[in-house]
C-alpha cells in the first residue's frame, strides 16, 4: 500500500515499535504457554497418552496457520495499531475463559469413560479441543500483523521479520518453561490459563489505550471477568470426587487422594485407575498389590519367606507394595523409585510411607536402576501413567538390566493391563521377558483389567508356588498364595518381542482399547 494511503499508519522505531515487539514476544510466550496449560486441562480426564498430545500439538498448530494467513489478510486490509491491539485483546481474554468453559463439557466426558461410551468420550474431547480454535487462530495473527505495521519500506522486511519471529520464538521458550516449572505446580492449571491470559491482555490493553484511548475504555471489564472467575473458583476441585481430602498438580501428575470408609486410595491423572491404597495396620490391601507379595514363591521349594532379602520398585506411587514386603518379609533393604517428588510427598503424608527400610530416589526408573550398586531378591515394575506402561520398562534390554540385578533366585514382578478377551499387552510383554529369563508366569487380577507377569532367574513351574504355598506359616501370606493359584493362567502365546528400537506399547494398548469400546473383540 502506498505510504500516502489514508489507511497506512506508519510506525516508528522510538515509539510505538517496542510495544509491538514486547506485544509480539508476549503471543508467543501465551500460545505455547496455552498448548502447555492444555494438555494439564485434558489430564484430568483424559491422561497425557500420545493421542492426546498429538491431538493437542495437531489443532493447536492448525489453529496457529490459519492465524497465521488471516493475520496477515487483516493486516492488509487495516494496517492500524489499535486493530492489532483488539485482535491481542480478544485473544487473551478468551484464553482467560477456556478452562471454565471447558469444564461442563469435561464431566460428559467423565461419565462417558465411565461407561466406555465412545460417543460421550471422544465427543467432549473434540469439543474441548476446538474451544482453543478461537483464542490460538487470534495468537496466531499477532506476528504478522506486526511485521505489517512495522515495515515501512520493502528493503526493511526480513530485517523486522527477522526481529518479529526471534522475538515471538524466545517468547514461546519462555512460555513453555514457565508454564511447566512455575505456573502449573506453583498455582494449577486454571489460575495458569489466567496468567497467561492477564500477561497478554493488560499490557494489549495499554498499547490500544496508546493508540485509541476511548477504545479501550471499552475492553476494561475484559480482565475484571478473568480475574472474577479465577477468584471465584478458589477452593474448587479441578475434578470432584466423593471422599476427596488432597488435590494437587504437580509438573508430572494431577494427583488426588480420596478416603473412603477408613481407606485411602490414590488417583492421579485421569483418575480412572488407584495406585496406591492405604489402611493403617492392613496386611492385605487385595488387587495387584497383594499378588506382588507372593511373586518370590515361584521359585522351587522349599522357599521361605527369610530369602527374600531385597526389593527395587519401579512405580513406588503411595508406596504400597514395599509397605506389604515390609509387612510380611521384615526390614529387608527396598529402593523405591519415583518420577515425581509431589507423588513422594504425598505418599509420605497420606499413605504412612515412612518404613525406614525403603529408601526412596526421585527419577525414572530404568536410570535409577542402571546406578544402583545392589543385586535383588525382587525388581517389581508398576509405574503405569494409565493406561500405558512407559515403552522403555517394557523392552529386551530394560529386562536385560535388571537381571542383570537379580539376586540367584530374583525374580521380576510386572503389572500388565489388558481388556477382556484381548491379551496382545500381555503376550507382548511375556514374549520379552521370555527373551531374557527361563520362565515366565501369569497371573489375572480379580475384578481388574490387569495381569500380574513374573518372570523367573532359574527354570521354574506353576507347582512350585503350591509347593511353597504348603509351607508357609504366615495366615495371609497363604490366603495371597491360595488367590495366586485360583487366578494362574496359561501365558498368552505369539506377543512381539519389545525392544529400545521398537516398543509400540502405545500404539498395542491403543487398539486394545478402541476394540473393546467399539465391541470388536467381546
Known amino acids: 500500500m502506498p505510504a500516502d494511503s489514508p489507511r497506512y499508519v506508519p510506525i516508528h522505531m522510538r515509539t510505538e515499535s517496542r510495544w509491538l ?90 461419565e462417558g469413560m465411565a461407561r466406555l461410551n465412545v460417543s460421550l468420550t471422544v465427543g467432549p474431547f473434540a469439543a474441548v ?28 522486511t526480513g530485517g523486522v521479520a527477522g526481529r518479529v519471529y526471534a522475538l515471538s520464538t524466545v517468547g514461546s521458550l519462555l512460555g513453555t518453561l514457565v508454564t511447566v516449572f512455575g505456573l502449573v505446580p506453583a498455582i494449577g492449571t486454571r489460575n495458569t490459563f489466567g496468567v497467561l491470559s492477564l500477561s497478554l491482555l493488560v499490557p494489549s490493553l495499554v498499547g490500544l489505550a496508546r493508540a485509541r484511548p476511548r477504545r479501550a475504555v471499552l ?35 494431577y494427583i488426588q487422594v480420596v478416603e473412603r470408609d477408613g481407606w485411602r486410595y490414590l488417583f492421579l491423572n485421569e483418575g480412572l485407575g488407584i495406585h496406591s491404597v492405604y489402611r493403617p495396620g492392613a496386611r492385605r490391601v487385595g488387587g495387584t498389590w497383594d499378588l506382588f507379595v507372593i511373586a518370590p514363591f515361584f521359585n522351587p521349594p522349599p522357599f521361605s519367606p527369610s530369602r527374600v532379602r ?142 500380574i507377569l513374573v518372570a523367573t532367574v532359574q527354570p521354574t513351574t506353576t507347582e512350585n508356588l503350591r509347593a511353597n504355598r504348603e509351607g508357609l506359616t504366615d495366615p495371609d501370606l497363604r490366603a495371597i498364595a491360595d488367590e495366586a493359584l485360583a487366578n494362574l493362567r496359561p501365558v498368552p502365546e505369539g506377543g512381539i518381542v519389545l525392544t529400545d528400537d521398537r516398543a509400540p506399547v502405545e500404539a498395542i494398548t491403543h487398539a486394545m482399547i478402541l476394540a473393546y469400546l467399539t465391541g470388536s473383540i467381546e
Open 129 to 156: 479441543l476446538l474451544l482453543f480454535a478461537a483464542p490460538v487462530t487470534l495468537l496466531g495473527c499477532l506476528s504478522p500483523f506486526v511485521i505489517r505495521l512495522l515495515v515501512d519500506r520493502v528493503e526493511e
Open 310 to 451: 531385597s526389593m527395587a520398585m519401579i512405580g513406588l506411587a503411595g508406596g504400597t507394595v514395599p509397605k506389604l514386603y515390609t509387612a510380611f518379609y521384615g526390614p529387608i533393604p527396598i529402593d523405591g523409585v519415583e518420577l515425581d517428588p509431589a507423588v513422594v510427598r504425598v505418599g509420605r503424608e497420606y499413605f504412612g510411607m515412612t518404613e525406614p527400610n525403603l529408601q526412596v530416589t526421585v527419577g525414572d526408573g530404568r536410570a535409577v536402576l542402571a546406578r544402583s550398586p545392589r543385586r535383588y531378591s525382587v525388581v517389581a515394575v508398576d509405574a503405569y501413567r494409565l493406561p500405558y506402561i512407559p515403552w522403555h520398562l517394557t523392552t529386551v534390554e530394560f529386562f536385560q538390566e535388571a537381571r542383570r540385578h537379580l539376586e540367584e533366585d530374583g525374580v521380576v514382578v510386572v503389572n500388565v493391563g489388558r481388556t477382556p478377551g484381548d491379551d496382545r499387552l500381555v503376550a507382548a510383554i511375556a514374549a520379552t521377558l521370555r527373551a531374557v529369563f527361563p520362565t515366565v508366569h501369569a497371573v489375572d487380577v480379580p475384578n481388574s483389567y490387569n495381569t
Open 219 to 253: 475492553y476494561l471489564w475484559m480482565p475484571l471477568v478473568v480475574l472474577g472467575l479465577a477468584l471465584g473458583a478458589r477452593g474448587r476441585p479441578v475434578k470432584p470426587q466423593a471422599g476427596m481430602i488432597y488435590e494437587a498438580e504437580s509438573a508430572h501428575h
Open 21 to 110: 515487539y514486547l506485544t509480539a514476544f508476549l503471543g508467543g510466550a501465551v500460545s505455547l504457554g496455552v498448548e502447555l496449560a492444555a494438555s494439564r486441562l485434558l489430564a484430568p480426564y483424559f491422561g497425557e497418552s500420545l493421542p492426546v498430545w498429538a491431538a493437542i500439538i495437531g489443532l493447536i498448530l492448525l489453529y496457529l496457520t490459519v492465524g497465521y494467513f488471516l493475520g496477515g489478510r487483516w493486516a492488509d486490509r487495516s494496517p492500524r495499531p489499535a486493530t492489532f491491539y483488539e485482535i491481542a485483546i480478544w485473544g487473551a481474554w478468551l484464553v482467560g475463559l477456556v478452562p471454565f468453559v471447558a469444564r461442563p463439557v469435561l464431566s460428559l466426558a467423565v
